[in-house]
């Protein structure tokens, strides 16, 4: 699956902030139990939204040097990229549809 990948420290640059679609990045942990429920749902979006946006998985205890980066001190967090830039985010998890429409109306804004 082309449109969902897995980044850590060693490969965020090239795998979210190069990548020629906007990137959906999911920060998250692996003992977290909103992250495991909302993990199906960005899988969703992310195929819904395929050859339009890229969902960017990253395991916060194992990338601890983009979680200080970001300042992410809760997960699940939600971060929209476009060229590489911070142009949205969200804490917390939501339901498919209201994620597709964070999304799509990210991807609709002005950059």
Known sequence: MPWIAEAGDDTFAEVAQ???LPVLVDFWAEWCGPCRM??????QVAQELAGRVKLVKVDVDRSPALSQR???TGVPALMML???RV???RVGAA???QLREWVEDT????S
Not at 38 to 43: F, G, K, M
Not at 107 to 110: I, N, S, V
């Open 87 to 89: 142009v949205a985010q």
């Open 107 to 110: 991807l609709r804004a002005p």
């Open 70 to 72: 970001f300042t992410i």
């Open 38 to 43: 909302v993990t199906p749902a960005l899988e």
């Open 95 to 97: 339901p498919a549809p």
């Open 82 to 84: 476009n060229e590489g």
């Open 18 to 20: 190069r990548a020629d």
